[in-house]
């Protein structure tokens, strides 16, 4: 029995895909084979060493220590695409917000409670506080083209929007054209009135968006950020919404420092919480952690090549190790294996029962196992 440890609350269409005969799924499993995870901080937590693998029921990984996983073998997985629908209506929510001032117009409806006869009259007194521009003939910038990015794109560009889209990777194209991909960044910055990132958080990306590419922006651009908070210098923010260089940022990750702010609109943190996203989350991490349990296949990691593999018939031996030393692993394992590379890290896998003490004792080598 291979057991599978819970971390959040997983939807039970994803826990369901596991076999019963073969599978136990829960919180307090003892020596689990994988984990799934949503939201639980695992940075500070120490996990069995049977672990061989961490799905995150959703896009972002910032939440799991990926570079001490992959030292020690194990695989990450995410979910990419299966919660964006989830993501891009917020983001379309979003562009309203910072548009029209509907929560600041909301709370102003709040204190008019008890006013009686006199509601109406101060409604059409105060309203034209409230007052922001249509998005209608706007132009959008889309900072990260992928499975969200795009589907924020089509969507507003059906609403009458002009969509410049920018990915630094891949060679992303537009079969619309009302979605331009732009050269650079700096061309998003230069043309649009809003701005919405969709990029991962990691060393590279922190505080992407600063006083130095704020400054570059169009005066009084309306920022949306449903990625992740980190991407966005607080202290730069807050100065550009002081200014007026920012007329409203649209943050789906709240901080201390940005609740209660005049241009502010926190939301807490709603992008992925519709259950038709959670199921979809939980469905896709149990079946890439299912392919890699009972065949070593690799879909959808962050820290391993993509491996699609066939299924098993007799014995499969999977390792986990550095690029430089593949020509070892094949060696001991035989020629018809087949190494996977990305960047400094390599899968090689081989229809055969391996020789695992002789393989775990290259230094390069970070994991091994064996399947039937």
């Known amino acids: 029995m291979k057991n599978i440890l819970t971390l959040n609350k997983i939807a039970a269409c994803g826990t369901d895909r596991f076999d019963k005969t073969q599978y136990r799924c829960g919180d307090s499993v003892e020596n689990p084979v994988a984990i799934m995870v949503r939201s639980a901080a695992m940075h500070d937590m120490e996990i069995a060493d049977s672990v061989i693998a961490v799905a995150r029921a959703g896009a972002g990984t910032n939440n799991i220590p990926i570079d001490k996983y992959t030292e020690k073998g194990i695989c990450v997985f995410n979910t990419p695409g299966a919660n964006a629908n989830a993501v891009c209506e ?15 117009a909301l709370d102003f409806c709040k204190t008019l409670k008890g006013h009686g006869d006199t509601v109406g009259k101060e409604v059409e007194k105060g309203k034209s506080a409230f007052a922001g521009p249509e998005i209608l003939g706007k132009t959008l910038g889309i900072i990260g083209y992928g ?65 130095e590419t704020i400054a570059k922006m169009k005066d009084g651009v309306r920022i949306l950020n449903f990625a992740r908070g980190g991407l966005v210098d607080s ?11 920012v007329a409203a940022y649209v943050v789906d990750f709240p901080s201390d420092e940005m609740i209660d702010v005049k241009g502010v609109t926190a939301i807490p943190h709603l992008g992925a919480s519709t259950p038709e996203s959670e199921d979809n989350c939980a469905v896709m991490a149990a079946d890439q952690l299912i392919a890699s349990i009972e065949k070593g296949e690799i879909v959808n990691s962050v820290n391993l090549p993509r491996a699609v593999l066939p299924e098993v018939s007799g014995a499969r031996t999977c390792v986990i190790h550095s690029a430089e030393c593949a020509a070892k692993v094949k060696d001991i394992l035989g020629g018809d294996a087949t190494t996977f590379v990305r960047g400094d890290i390599a899968y090689t896998v081989a229809d055969v029962k391996g020789d695992v003490e002789k393989l775990n004792a290259l230094e390069c080598v970070k994991s091994v196992r064996v399947i039937g």
């Open 147 to 211: 499975a969200i990015g795009k589907k924020v794109a089509k969507a507003a560009a059906a609403l009458g929007m002009t969509v410049y889209a920018y990915d630094s990777f891949g060679n992303p194209t537009s079969d619309d054209e009302r979605i331009i991909i732009a050269s650079s960044v700096e061309e998003i910055y230069e043309k649009c009135d809003y701005i919405s990132i969709h990029i991962p958080l990691n060393d590279e990306t922190k505080g992407f968006f600063n006083a």
């Open 90 to 104: 917020l983001v379309i929510c979003g562009l309203f917000m910072a548009s029209r001032k509907v929560a600041e």
């Open 235 to 245: 202290d730069d923010m807050l100065a550009a919404l002081e200014s007026g260089k």
